[in-house]
């Protein structure tokens, strides 16, 4: 049984993962079935950002529940029993999705073969799998170290292994045609397998930059029944260097999709270079979103503007994934460096015009910077617990001065309290009389 609690994290729509890819192929309103949901972060959004309804097989009893309350029907049992064909065998879905569910069957290609025949004519099997190929696996067999991690590519849980020509030749077993191909990316060095491109004697560094494929993470394929319900098949897998380009989305009041989007291919940046891209932008795009390039890196700003009322006027900055920025300079620790953009308040986008100065950041000072921030961090908690003590120290100071204050205060009352006493006694009528009396004590006293 999969134990299905550490694959349960927050929805990311802002960043490229196997999730938003397979998410921006799903039309609104689509009827869907989901293998594998977890505890529902993808179902929830289909449910309430999409519209969807959705149909749900889950084996984790507990995470099958609380996603429930975003499906339509459930069935909580293991995929290759195949009791959710008998359940939802009088239903045809838009789409079927398998995120990052295949790795941990046993005979995945069955349940492909079973899945399609409850696929629309037209629709849609959607599918995300870890890439047993990436350079981090070959470089650890290479030193002769196979470990399984709790997640990732090599996932304890994982019981199938995919390459690209593997995963190809599924399908073409599965009678399935490929209609897009899609990847999600992490450089040696990023991902859970501790390893460098320096870390086997003998073989260059640059050979595994330039490997085709091997920094691939996930495979995000889109499949149909048959040829005949394809138009054109589409590729968005790159393979080795130079594999650099910065990409434009556009929001049209239904988030961010690659079909809206301007791809603009870089070659490798290895130096400090000057960018400029131009898009007309229809007014019907409520936000965008800039990713500079698809790399870590530095990225200052030098102008990012709409030609609006024959005006160049600055657009605004409204989320980034930064991991540190100040003013216009920005510096992305992630692959998938994004920046949302909104029009001049009040107007709509017309035609952009983004300049900016980047520099892309390889693998040994990603890692250096990594170390740096860790201990920058460190240092910043330390001064935040010496602050906290030295705020707590003020305090018990201040209170201290306070209750002193405090006590002064009431000798001074008690004190002006004694000398009006004493001074109504001596201007007393009594005081006064006695007078001579206090003399003749005075005498015989002998003073």
């Excluded at 650890?140 to 690209?164: A, V, W």
């Excluded at 530095?298 to 540190?324: C, H, Q, W």
């Excluded at 040994?364 to 910077?369: S, V, Y």
Aim: glycine share 6%.
């Amino acid at each position: 049984m999969i134990e299905h609690s550490k694959y349960d994290f927050d929805l990311d729509m802002i960043n490229t993962n196997s999730l938003s890819l397979i998410i921006n192929q799903i039309k609104r309103g689509s009827t869907v079935l989901e293998f594998g949901p977890a505890n529902g972060r993808m179902t929830k959004y289909l449910k309430e950002a999409l519209d969807c309804k959705v149909y749900l097989v889950e084996i984790d009893e507990e995470a099958a529940k609380e996603a429930a309350q975003y499906g339509e029907d459930l069935v909580i049992d293991d995929i290759e029993t195949y009791s959710w064909y008998d359940k939802y065998e009088n239903i045809r879905f838009d789409y079927i999705t398998f995120a990052d569910v295949l790795e941990h069957l046993r005979n995945p290609e069955e349940v492909l073969i079973r899945a399609k025949q409850l696929l629309k004519q037209d629709g849609s099997i959607l599918f995300s799998v870890p890439n047993l190929a990436h350079n981090s696996v070959l470089i650890s067999l290479l030193n002769h170290e196979f470990e399984y991690n709790k997640t990732g590519l090599l996932d304890n849980t994982h019981i199938h292994f995919f390459t690209k020509n593997s995963l190809e030749n599924a399908m073409n077993r599965t009678g399935l045609t490929v209609a897009k191909r899609f990847a999600t990316y992490a450089p040696t060095g990023a991902t859970e397998i501790p390893v460098h491109n320096e870390d086997v004697p003998g073989i260059d560094p640059v050979f595994w930059k330039t490997r085709r494929y091997g920094e691939i993470y996930q495979y995000v394929y889109e499949v149909k029944k048959g040829p005949e319900f394809i138009g054109e098949t589409e590729n968005y897998i790159t393979g080795g260097l130079p594999h650099y380009y910065s990409q434009l989305y556009m929001d049209r009041g239904k988030g961010f999709d690659e079909s809206d989007s301007i791809t603009t291919t870089m070659g490798n940046v290895d130096k400090t270079a000057v960018i400029t891209m131009e898009a007309i932008i229809g007014e019907d795009v409520s936000k965008l979103r800039f990713d500079p390039i698809n790399a870590p890196c530095f990225m200052e700003i030098i102008s990012f503007t709409d030609l609006s009322e024959g005006e160049d006027k600055p657009l605004r900055v409204a989320a980034t994934n930064a991991t540190y920025s100040h003013g216009n300079r920005y510096m992305f620790m992630t692959n998938d460096p994004a920046i949302e953009l909104m029009p001049v308040s009040g107007k709509k986008f017309h035609s952009v015009k983004l300049v900016y100065k980047m520099i892309s950041l390889s693998d040994t000072l990603i890692n250096e910077m990594g170390d740096i921030w860790n201990e920058a961090m460190l240092l910043q908690q330390n001064v935040t617990a010496k602050e906290a003590m030295l705020d707590a120290r003020n305090a018990q100071l201040e209170s201290a001065v306070a209750q002193k204050d405090a006590e002064l205060n009431a000798l001074r009352n008690e004190c002006a309290v004694l000398k009006q006493t004493v001074n109504e006694a001596l201007n007393s009528t009594s005081w006064k009389i006695t007078k001579p009396l206090r003399k003749i004590g005075d005498i015989l006293r002998g003073r």
